[in-house]
């Protein structure tokens, strides 16, 4: 049985007649009259009782129309779901963040915006730091990524730059400098002041570009940063810096994170010092949703860039 004998059979049932049924088909009513006859023979029952005026189904005629409705209408919905798949409005995405990515306001207005533009997209998040995602992109494990600085650039991987943001200073809250007499939350404070303090930095590996970048500054300044100890994720810095165990640079968008143990002051060397947000996904990737997602992202990101420069 093929689709077309289904077709043949619904046309006649519903105009209860095979000649004008064939005009409708576009097809003589001879070889008509053969398929629906070919159709009974291979279902082994008469779907039509033939009337002076036409033809009337009988009742395994009226249970195959249902039958045969029910299978286009499954047949309609495939190919919508199909269509909705190749605009990228339905299917699956793996999505990776670290964990100073996400900090930023950009990456969750992304997701909201996803499972708002394609509520038939299944997000699957995770965080990892920026050289396991980059690691995961590779494999196949994740389909896009949001990083700060990546830390290789396999081939096959595209990286865009999203957006750019100042670097800030985070102290415990009971550090000397925050008790200079009129010392004020606006207040920038240079690196140098703090060559005598631990600081508490990403392990290398994870984020070599920030952690190198970082470094280049204060030997410019004239000292080399002690390392109090490395974390594998930025939000432990903060962990440690509440704590007491040092102090630390971060990206902006994280000042406000651990208010109750963590000071923030802009750097007098801001402008040397920049955290990048970064798109990663695969060149080629024949997952629509992904090429809408990255599409849906670069519109997001080019109105927080058009509305920092105001």
Known sequence: MELRHLRYFLAVAETGHITRAAEQLGIQQPP???????????????????????????AAGHALRADALDVFARLDQMRQRMQRMARGEEGTLSVGFTSSAAAHKLTPEVLRACRRRFPGVTLKLGESNAAEVIEQLTTGTLDVALLRAPVRRPEGLRFDLLLEEEMVIALPLDHPLLRKRGASAQEAISLRALADDAFILVRRPG???????????????????????????????????????????VPASMAGLNPHGVAYRRMEEAGLLRAPLTLAYRERDDNPACAALVALTHRIAARHRRQGSR
């Open 32 to 58: 008509l009259s053969q398929q629906l006859k070919a159709l009974e023979t291979e279902l082994g029952v008469i779907l039509f009782e033939r009337q002076p005026r036409g033809v009337a189904l009988t």
């Open 207 to 249: 984020a070599p570009g920030m952690y190198g970048d970082l470094l280049k500054v204060c030997e410019r300044l004239g000292f080399t940063p002690r390392v109090g100890a490395e974390v594998e994720r930025m939000l432990s810095n903060l962990n440690l810096v509440a704590a007491g165990a040092g102090v630390s640079v």
